[in-house]
């Protein structure tokens, strides 16, 4: 079966570092998304990590270890905009399909 | 360029009506894949079209079903409507259906079933 966790919510103050964590079981891996999602939005990308090891793009971060399913999502100089849903996907898919499956959902709050 | 669009933004249905969804991809995107999204369940795939075949199914009923046409626009249908189908359902479209391909969600169909 599929299966990916996410802590449900987290609280941190503005200008602090945040990490959020994503494990995951499923049967097939092509690679794992991170996205964005302010409420009443929909989700917008922020990264993608295929290979072990550290994706930086700015204040945000991503780490993937695929041999302990596991990856984070690192928010550096949180600020108040930051305040949104993140989630985790993992691409399912075989060949050269693509077939996201999402965890819950972490809802972050950025407090001043 | 015109990001993916989705009409329409707002539905209200009764059981046992029948919904038609639509999704225009970005421009020269060939990939769409269809979600549901709601509280209890978050983000749910339904399917994934490229180049007007279906590539892949999520765990839906039959009464979920979608075409893709050969302008790459793509329709939901949801037959026989139940309560429970009350959701945001949300198109994404990428460039191919390749494993690294960033897909990009559209604003999303609100569906209400009374």
């Known amino acids: 079966g599929q299966n990916i966790d996410q802590p449900t919510e987290m609280t941190a103050t503005e200008g602090a570092i945040v990490q959020i964590n994503c494990t995951y079981q499923t049967s097939g891996f092509n690679g794992l998304f991170w996205y964005q999602q302010h409420a009443g939005e929909a989700p917008t990308f922020l990264s993608y990590?295929?290979?072990?090891g550290l994706e930086e793009k700015g204040r945000f971060s991503s780490f993937l270890s695929r041999s302990k399913g596991y990856s984070y999502l690192l928010l550096k100089e949180l600020q108040m905009k930051d305040s949104a849903s993140y989630l985790c996907?993992?691409?399912?898919?075989?060949?050269?399909?693509?077939?996201?499956?999402f965890g819950q959902g972490t809802t972050l709050q950025v407090k001043p | 360029k015109a990001g993916v669009t989705q009409t329409p933004r707002y539905l209200i249905k009764t059981r046992g009506q029948q919904v038609t969804l639509s999704c225009s991809p970005i421009s020269g995107h060939r990939s769409v894949s269809w979600y549901q999204q709601t509280p209890g369940q978050g983000l749910q795939f339904l399917f994934e079209y490229f180049s007007e075949t279906q590539r892949n199914k999520g765990n839906f009923p039959g009464r979920f079903s979608g075409r893709q046409f050969s302008n790459s626009r793509s329709e939901m249908n949801v037959s026989t409507l139940e309560l429970g189908d009350s959701a945001l359902y949300l198109c994404?479209?990428?460039?191919?259906?390749?494993?690294?391909?960033?897909?990009?969600f559209g604003p999303g169909t609100r569906l209400t079933v009374l």
């Open positions: 994404a479209s990428s460039m191919t259906s390749g494993r690294a391909d960033e897909q990009f």
């Open positions: 996907a993992v691409n399912h898919g075989s060949g050269n399909t693509g077939k996201l499956i």
């Open positions: 990590n295929v290979l072990d």
